[in-house]
């Protein structure tokens, strides 16, 4: 039955191809009824591997008839040559569409059919918050709130963002107000014993670490441009070193060596600061092509106003040159956010800790663990794309990219 279905198959859609519409039709019909009653003669209905072998089939005979159809208009017009491309572009696409559907269709039906879901149920509170779903600490659940500042201040600014007119300051102002309003909340939850972890510690992590990163960067970044060249030597030194030097070992050193200096109870400010050093050097580099992406002439005319430097570079170049440094700050925000996953070598129970933790306690749902940890780093990573996107998308600033 499954040949008989596909010596009408394949005719059939040669056919359709070669814009032979009836005899293409009676094939396809044919096709239709045979693959229906194999279907039906299968003990699990239509099954993924039976979609599978029919999207093989269309992906082969559709190359076979394209290869056909490109001999018969080899003498013909233009304009034939381009139905021939266009149906070949359609084709391929539909093949390409069936095939991809099929092995994906595949990949949920296995991964559904693991046994260790109900693992991942029972875990879950683990992975969002780590120690904070012990009953013990039920009495600093409130500082969670903390979490959703730093993401009202990102709402508020991507709101201004959109007023036409406004200066940059306002978005800049609020984002770092949500920020710091959102680390005071959550402090105690982290110094001197951290009591926070998984999902809920990795956001902390990135959002303090940006609260001292994003000044850093930029202030590196206007010392990378100066006229002065001991100004200058010194941000070059400080963003070559940390570029040069894995994270890895900053937060190893970090946190072994920075308590020593500051005392007990120190370690997760060690560990932050090791965090937003290394990005702050990566911020500085942005910042500098930022600043030198723009035409002279702004600085120029600027200086030939009577403005000062300072004024020249507050007032007239970085609020043109922060638009084009939007995508490259919230990217490195992205990678920010997956390189806390290196702070559990120090023993702190993150994301990725947490999944550690739980798949060397049940290894029989290890890879459940590992995809719904890779999932919460993917909706974070989107999020913040989205974010980014809105904020290279806003009127009313000068630079924006504009859309048709």
Not at 26 to 48: C, E, I, N
Not at 132 to 145: H, I, K, V
Not at 216 to 222: E, P, V
Request: proline share 6%; glycine share 10%.
């Amino acid at each position: 039955m499954n040949a008989a279905g596909l010596s009408f198959l394949v005719p059939g859609l040669g056919h359709l191809l070669t814009r032979q519409t009836s005899g293409g039709v009676k094939s396809a019909l044919l096709a239709t009824l045979t693959w229906t009653l194999v279907v039906r003669t299968l003990p699990g209905g239509f099954s993924v591997p039976l979609l599978l072998c029919l999207a093989a089939a269309l992906v082969v005979h559709a190359g076979a008839g394209l290869s056909a159809r490109s001999g018969a208009h080899r003498g013909e017009s233009a304009a034939a040559t381009r139905r021939a491309r266009a149906d070949q572009r359609r084709w391929s696409t539909l093949s390409s569409a069936a095939v991809v559907l099929a092995l994906l269709g595949l990949t949920v039906q296995w991964a559904l059919s693991l046994p260790g879901w109900s693992e991942i149920s029972r875990n879950l509170p683990f992975f969002l918050m780590g120690k904070l779903r012990s009953g013990e600490y039920d009495p600093l659940r409130w500082r969670l709130s903390g979490l959703l500042l730093p993401a009202l201040g990102l709402l508020l600014a991507w709101a201004l963002s959109r007023v036409r007119h406004m200066p940059v300051w306002p978005p800049a102002l609020s984002v770092a107000l949500g920020l710091v309003s959102g680390s005071a909340v959550l402090w105690p939850l982290l110094v001197p014993e951290t009591v926070l972890g998984g999902f809920a510690l990795s956001v902390v992590l990135t959002f303090l670490a940006l609260t001292l990163a994003v000044p850093l960067g930029l202030l590196a970044g206007i010392m990378r441009v100066s006229t002065l060249p001991v100004i200058r030597l010194i941000a070059t030194v400080y963003i070559d070193l940390f570029r040069a030097v894995p994270l890895i070992v900053w937060v190893f050193g970090a946190f072994l060596l920075l308590p020593y200096m500051l005392g007990t109870g120190t370690q997760f400010p060690s560990v932050v600061l090791a965090l937003a050093t290394f990005t702050g050097a990566y911020f500085a580099e942005i910042v500098r092509a930022g600043i030198q992406s723009l035409p002279q002439g702004q600085s120029e005319a600027a200086r030939s106003l009577g403005l000062t430097g300072t004024q020249t570079m507050l007032r007239v170049v970085l609020p043109q040159a922060l638009r084009r440094m939007v995508p490259p700050l919230l990217g490195q925000t992205i990678t920010l956010f997956k390189d806390t996953s290196l702070v559990s070598i120090v023993g702190m129970a993150e994301l990725a800790g947490t999944g550690r933790i739980t798949a060397n306690r049940l290894v029989s749902a290890t890879f459940e663990i590992y995809l719904t940890i890779s999932l919460l780093y993917f909706l974070v990573a989107s999020a913040l794309s989205v974010v980014a996107d809105r904020l290279e998308r806003a009127p009313g600033v000068p630079g924006r990219r504009r859309t048709s």
